[in-house]
């Protein structure tokens, strides 16, 4: 019997479980309540490893808490659509003893239970990335991100929805259905890292792995009202990427503007999963290691911050355009020097270069014959059809991608320069707040409104990919609450290398900024 027919013989019995068959999860049992732990579940990630660590809770009494979360939230959510409910009690078992018996935790993620992107290989566990070519993919390895995690000491306990191969910016699959919003159910979480936003925004999970490589770890954080930091990559990504969907299993290479970032609840949370992951490969660690720098400056008033608050390549709407100036004026008072009138880089000769590296990349995984018939389409298409700039971009010449390399590099100059006069840049993280969901509509048909102007679909992301293209750090974080109560959120983007400075502005941005909401699973 092969082992896809082995798999799918046994899928009725298997441990690892797609939700929304929750029954496992309904039965498993609360945790006692004593000694202030009762909802440690929803607390910071931080405070739970602090607490795991004195051993305030054990591992097994955090997971039994968070488990029962689940049967709350998830069926109504679905963000959470993979369960390994056997293998994450025998690792947190695991935890416990091995703490018990010698003092000393596993990482600095001990006992920690936790969900990752459905489109990270995790080992032994139903691997999708929302692909029926996938439906029954167990991986036999970890991408090494999840590896990073588990050495850290992290318990993995499933996976969550993802759009089918991260090829969409709202979460639907043909296996899982829909992700929606942790704040109101017509609207979008968001994609391709939705299901990961909407498990953090609503306690399924107190910390998420996010990819992105167009938006789409940060724009689900914006849409959910959680933070997330796209982390530096220069030529090599500073957290390794190779197991992740797409490209396909087993590939050892992925795009050359992918990355993997952390989503969390609080900016400390960031940082405690940004030093896991900021890592080499595991097969590289013992060579070589990465060391971020760290914030030079202490208080608002030492930075040197311009605010682009609006573009007429993509305006944004009256809200989001309001709580621009909020910032502005909340940083002026704290003492910082503001630039509002600053404009780095010109956004459409960014975008549309971003495009064409992201078009190209893409079609590293294309059949033989279905290239050949991109290729012989693209050749017999004008410069000015509507949809040249996909297929000429999809199909160039190897000359023609260098050149538009060379253009990168250039551009990432560009920002160099900025960046000796400026510490940070602050925008909008997108348009609007979470936009309508239209899982139903065919994709030209889509849209989007700001301000009453339908305007293009993919809108959404043209913020958040000005750092795109050119590798820089670039972090969202939630601030203010629109009239119907959804979380709106701003963008930083720094110099290249410089994520522990976002996080750390972020940290100071918190408390001077208004609150963003707490999504109802949270404060239910």
């Keep these: 019997m092969s082992r896809r027919s082995l798999l799918a013989a046994s899928a009725a019995a298997a441990s690892v479980i797609g939700l929304p068959r929750t029954a496992a999860a309904a039965e498993t049992k609360p945790a006692a309540a004593g000694g202030g732990t009762g909802q440690m579940h929803l607390a910071p990630a931080r405070t739970q490893v602090s607490a795991l660590r004195n051993r305030q809770i054990s591992s097994r009494a955090l997971l039994d808490q968070l488990l029962e979360h689940h049967a709350r939230v998830n069926p109504g959510l679905n963000a959470v659509v993979t369960l390994d409910i056997e293998g994450a009690r025998a690792a947190a078992d695991k935890a416990d003893k091995y703490l018990a018996a010698t003092?000393?935790?596993?990482?600095?993620?001990?006992?920690?239970?936790?969900?990752?992107?459905?489109?990270?290989?995790?080992?032994?566990?139903?691997?999708?990335?929302?692909?029926?070519?996938?439906?029954?993919?167990?991986?036999?390895?970890?991408?090494?991100?999840?590896?990073?995690?588990?050495?850290?000491?992290?318990?993995?306990?499933?996976?969550?929805?993802?759009?089918?191969?991260?090829?969409?910016?709202?979460?639907?699959?043909p296996i899982f259905g829909k992700t929606k919003n942790p704040f109101a159910e017509d609207r979008t979480a968001g994609g391709s890292s939705g299901g990961p936003a909407a498990a953090v925004a609503a306690g399924l999970t107190p910390l998420e792995v996010g990819s992105d490589l167009a938006g789409s770890l940060r724009l689900p954080a914006a849409y959910c009202g959680v933070y997330a930091l796209r982390t530096s990559r220069g030529a090599s990504p500073i957290v390794p990427t190779r197991g992740h969907i797409p490209r396909p299993p087993d590939w050892l290479t992925s795009s050359d503007m992918v990355t993997l970032g952390p989503i969390a609840r609080t900016a400390a949370d960031l940082a405690l999963l940004l030093?896991?992951?900021?890592?080499?490969?595991?097969?590289?660690?013992?060579?070589?290691?990465?060391?971020?720098?760290?914030?030079?400056?202490?208080?608002?008033?030492?930075?040197?911050?311009?605010?682009?608050?609006d573009d007429a390549y993509c305006g944004v709407d009256s809200a989001t355009r309001n709580l621009l100036n909020q910032v502005a004026t909340a940083l002026r008072t704290a003492g910082a020097i503001i630039d509002n009138s600053t404009r780095p880089v010109d956004m459409a000769t960014s975008d549309i270069l971003f495009q064409r590296l992201l078009y190209a990349t893409a079609s590293a995984t294309a059949t033989d014959a279905g290239f050949a018939d991109e290729i012989k389409a693209?050749?017999?298409?004008?410069?000015?059809?509507?949809?040249?700039?996909?297929?000429?971009?999809?199909?160039?010449?190897?000359?023609?991608?260098?050149?538009?390399?060379?253009?990168?590099?250039?551009?990432?100059?560009?920002?160099?320069?900025?960046?000796?006069?400026?510490?940070?840049?602050?925008?909008?993280a997108a348009p609007t707040a979470a936009v309508l969901d239209q899982t139903s509509v065919p994709v030209p048909q889509r849209y989007i409104t700001v301000d009453?102007?339908?305007?293009?679909?993919?809108?959404?992301?043209?913020?958040?990919?000005?750092?795109?293209?050119?590798?820089?750090?670039?972090?969202?974080?939630?601030?203010?609450?629109?009239?119907?109560?959804?979380?709106?959120?701003?963008?930083?983007?720094?110099?290249?290398?410089?994520?522990?400075?976002?996080?750390?502005?972020?940290?100071?941005?918190?408390?001077?900024?208004?609150?963003?909401?707490?999504?109802?699973?949270?404060?239910?």
């Design 275 to 309: 030093d896991v992951l900021a890592a080499p490969s595991p097969a590289d660690s013992a060579a070589w290691k990465i060391r971020l720098p760290a914030p030079t400056k202490t208080r608002l008033s030492q930075y040197r911050v311009g605010i682009w608050a």
């Design 452 to 524: 009453g102007e339908k305007r293009s679909y993919f809108a959404q992301t043209s913020w958040i990919n000005l750092a795109s293209p050119v590798g820089l750090p670039s972090l969202v974080l939630p601030v203010g609450k629109t009239a119907e109560g959804l979380p709106m959120s701003i963008q930083l983007i720094g110099p290249y290398l410089s994520d522990r400075t976002l996080v750390s502005v972020a940290k100071l941005l918190a408390p001077v900024l208004p609150a963003a909401p707490k999504a109802p699973a949270l404060t239910a």
């Design 378 to 428: 693209a050749d017999a298409m004008a410069d000015d059809d509507p949809a040249a700039l996909f297929l000429k971009s999809r199909t160039m010449r190897h000359r023609d991608w260098a050149r538009a390399d060379e253009d990168r590099q250039k551009l990432r100059g560009i920002w160099a320069d900025y960046f000796t006069e400026h510490d940070i840049l602050i925008t909008p």
């Design 103 to 173: 003092g000393r935790t596993l990482g600095p993620l001990h006992g920690l239970p936790l969900t990752v992107k459905d489109a990270l290989e995790t080992k032994g566990m139903r691997t999708t990335c929302g692909s029926t070519d996938l439906t029954d993919h167990v991986p036999d390895t970890d991408a090494d991100a999840v590896a990073l995690l588990r050495a850290a000491g992290a318990i993995i306990i499933g996976k969550t929805n993802v759009p089918t191969l991260c090829q969409d910016i709202q979460t639907s699959n």
